[in-house]
C-alpha cells in the first residue's frame, strides 16, 4: 500500500500531511527523540515525557509555537529537513 507522503523527506509539507491526518510521530533531530503526541487535550511536542508546550488542536498554530532549540517546528522543518528523520507513525 502506496502513503501519499514520502517518509525520506522531513519536509514541513510531509509533516503538515501526518498531522492532518491524525498521525502521532516520532522524529529525530540532534540525536534526540521527539514525539508529536494527538492526545484528547490536542498536540503538543514531547521529549522525555516532558510537554514542550501547551496542548492545541489547531495543527497550523501548533508547527508556530512548539519549539526546539529556539526554533518552531515549522522554521525546523523548513530550513534543516535534513537533520531530522522520521521514526515510527502512528
Known sequence: MASEYNLESSTI???MQLL??????EF???DKEYFISNFQ???SLIVDSEALCDYTHDNK???QTAKIDGMTL???FKNHSKEIEFGTIY
Open 74 to 76: 515549522e522554521e525546523l
Open 28 to 30: 529525530i533531530y540532534k
Open 13 to 15: 509539507e510531509t509533516l
Open 41 to 43: 487535550d490536542g498536540r
Open 61 to 63: 498554530k501548533f508547527v
Open 20 to 25: 492532518e491526518i491524525g498521525h502521532e510521530i
